[in-house]
């Protein structure tokens, strides 16, 4: 519960930052390629976009760069399920919503890549969807490390994100398949 509280709570500055990027976006694509609005065609940046941004305000906020690495060792974890065995019977609750928030976090990526990559009906590659998520579950780790003071890279967070999108791309497959059957 206290996860879609700390995202609705956030709501407001997500929806300006997206509606910005976005505008930013259409007038770069007007000069540079002559293109038009066109909701059918856009509405998978716009998706894209709008998770993008869920994505930076829930893993990078608050912002405070921390750039003196004499402290970044403690911040660094890199053996995998020392955090959560580690703060499981401590924590309880918060290692619980933790670890489905890490689980949900990329559960969106899938389909969204799909909306987004999809050309003409076929399907995206599921190892280059794959090679995607990882990198951007890689590369809110280290942007967490840099950008913030109370958030750490660790290598939990991204296997725990991995699961989440596999399942997603397992169940996002299986839909498409069934969708394509009707047709």
């Given at each position: 519960?206290?996860?879609?509280?700390d995202?609705?709570?956030?709501?407001?500055?997500?929806?300006?930052?997206?509606?910005?990027?976005?505008i930013?976006?259409?007038?770069a694509?007007?000069?540079?390629q002559?293109?038009?609005?066109?909701?059918?065609?856009?509405?998978?940046?716009?998706l894209?976009?709008l998770?993008i941004?869920?994505?930076f305000?829930?893993?990078?906020t608050?912002?405070?760069?921390n750039?003196?690495?004499?402290?970044?060792?403690?911040?660094?974890?890199?053996?995998?399920?020392?955090?959560?065995?580690?703060y499981?019977?401590?924590?309880?609750?918060?290692s619980?919503?933790?670890?489905i928030?890490?689980?949900?976090?990329?559960?969106?990526?899938a389909?969204?890549a799909?909306?987004y990559?999809?050309?003409?009906g076929?399907?995206?590659?599921?190892?280059?969807?794959?090679?995607?998520a990882?990198?951007?579950?890689?590369?809110?780790?280290?942007?967490?490390?840099?950008?913030?003071?109370?958030?750490?890279?660790?290598?939990?967070?991204?296997?725990?994100?991995?699961?989440?999108?596999?399942?997603?791309?397992?169940?996002?497959?299986?839909?498409?398949?069934?969708?394509?059957?009707?047709?």
């Amino acid at each position: 519960m206290f996860i879609i509280d700390d995202l609705f709570s956030e709501v407001p500055y997500v929806l300006i930052g997206v509606c910005l990027t976005y505008i930013i976006y259409r007038v770069a694509a007007w000069f540079i390629q002559g293109r038009t609005f066109n909701l059918r065609r856009d509405y998978r940046s716009i998706l894209m976009i709008l998770y993008i941004g869920c994505l930076f305000e829930i893993t990078l906020t608050p912002l405070h760069p921390n750039l003196d690495i004499s402290e970044w060792h403690y911040r660094i974890q890199l053996i995998p399920f020392e955090t959560i065995s580690r703060y499981w019977p401590i924590e309880g609750y918060n290692s619980f919503r933790n670890i489905i928030g890490n689980i949900i976090l990329l559960v969106p990526f899938a389909p969204l890549a799909h909306l987004y990559f999809d050309k003409k009906g076929k399907q995206v590659s599921a190892l280059l969807l794959f090679g995607f998520a990882l990198l951007l579950s890689l590369g809110i780790e280290i942007t967490q490390l840099f950008l913030t003071e109370t958030r750490a890279f660790d290598i939990d967070d991204i296997l725990l994100n991995m699961v989440g999108f596999a399942i997603s791309l397992v169940l996002w497959r299986i839909i498409w398949l069934l969708i394509q059957k009707k047709r």
